[in-house]
């Protein structure tokens, strides 16, 4: 490579790398849902952003009422393209825009994106692995959203999203409030065969020579102690869900227990992992322990043992 040549691919390097400092977005389009008539007062945005040097796809919905509204990070569940968020849904993805809007609708600015490896982001899933920063750089790109309130936040996910849901609370303090459904929390325990060979072991780093390390890692119940006391959690899971049971909520209650970290925990009778035979409750719930610790800013609860 001539000097000259060399000189210019520097710069290029140099240029790419000081954008990705200043700035997180790199693209907010603005997607036209003018057929989805349901969704009139809100708008749905698709948005690159950088995360360690990645280019990684997200999808946003807000009201179009102009003013600062609190918000909510969505998690999404599955991994690669298994589950990835996109716009309308299909082809075992999840719909951002149907998905989004019950809670752009309550008022809510609401943000979630395809981790590494899934959808059109850049990089590899490591379920778990280094794609945290995935979730937390979302928190950063945040601040460049007029609409969103970033002293509000909360974090809402599902399944795998619960997982990223509480690796996220262990490793920033800027989550308000948090949610989570059918998530996991022992994965050392393997009653899915399947997703060992096919999910962990391709995409989990050095997988078969620190199995044990590395599941610990993505398991909440072995690290409880780190959650922040001052986070509250909605936990929910269905009693008949095959993918996640809900053993793994229960022993996760046990250990917040412990360390009297406040937490909710609500079990859907005879409900499966996406709790579809009572989605209108579940949504109702998210919205109103949102509307409490992010809208009204209600004091957290008491958890020190008291009463007559």
Known sequence: MSRFYCFLYLNFVLLQACQAQTTKIISQVKVDITDATTLADIEIFEITYWSDGLKIEAFAAMPKKEGKYPTII???GGNRDFGALSLRGGNRTYPAIYGFAPFAKAGYVVIGCNYRGG?????????????????????????????????KIGMYGWSRGGMMTYLALTKTDKI???????????????????????????????????????????????????????????I????????????????????????????????FDGADHGIKQYRSEVNEDVIFWFNRFLKRVEKLPNMAFHGN
């Open 74 to 76: 969505f998690n999404r």
């Open 176 to 234: 308000k409030a948090a949610a989570v459904g059918g998530a996991p929390t022992d994965k050392t325990i393997i009653d899915r065969p399947n997703m060992e060979t096919n999910v962990y072991a391709e995409l989990i780093p050095n997988y078969w020579e620190n199995k044990e390390a590395e599941l610990k890692k993505r398991s909440a119940v072995f690290w409880a102690d780190k959650f922040p006391k001052d986070v509250p959690l909605l």
């Open 119 to 151: 959808g059109k982001s850049e990089g590899q899933d490591e379920f778990g692995g280094k794609d945290i920063n995935d979730v937390l750089n979302l928190i950063e790109a945040l601040k460049e959203i007029p609409k969103a309130d970033t002293d």
């Open 236 to 267: 929910m899971h269905g009693n008949s869900d095959w993918r996640v049971k809900s053993t793994h909520s229960l022993k996760l209650a046990l250990e917040l227990e412990k360390h009297r970290i406040p937490y909710r925990l609500k079990i």
